[in-house]
């Protein structure tokens, strides 16, 4: 059984940074696709940025292109995810997502808690 764990999540300035860690144990996450999520109160999930298996292929929604950066090591059974320029619009719950034998872009665009595994989230507020 695979358990994600997310982290790094915290209150930020627009224009601010961070760095999100989803730590996999149970499991290695070499066989599995893994993805960013964020839901804010009130709202459906949102794919925000999906990795494949291999790290070559990635996924960003519109919002986030040129933003946020996403990367894998598999070495260190991690993902990561870099946000930069941060907006108050970037505030949500960002949970990570693990799927196996898909492509980044179809994980992204399936719901959250329809993906084989994810995480209890962090919270990610962008506020002067």
């Known amino acids: 059984q695979l358990q994600l764990v997310e982290s790094g999540g915290g209150l930020v300035q627009p224009g601010g940074s961070l760095r999100l860690s989803c730590e996999a144990s149970?499991?290695?996450?070499?066989?599995?696709?893994i993805g960013w999520f964020r839901q804010a109160p009130g709202k459906e999930s949102e794919g925000v940025s999906c990795i494949d298996r291999s790290g070559i292929s990635t996924y960003y929604t519109d919002s986030v292109k040129g933003r946020f950066t996403i990367s894998r090591d598999n070495a260190k059974n991690t993902v990561y995810l870099q946000m930069s320029s941060l907006k108050p619009e970037d505030t949500a719950v960002y949970y990570c997502?693990?799927?196996?034998?898909?492509?980044?872009?179809?994980?992204?665009?399936?719901?959250?808690?329809?993906?084989?595994?994810w995480g209890q989230g962090t919270q990610v507020t962008v506020s002067s």
């Open positions: 149970g499991w290695t996450l070499d066989y599995y696709a």
């Open positions: 997502a693990a799927a196996s034998f898909t492509a980044a872009q179809l994980m992204c665009a399936t719901p959250l808690r329809e993906n084989d595994y």
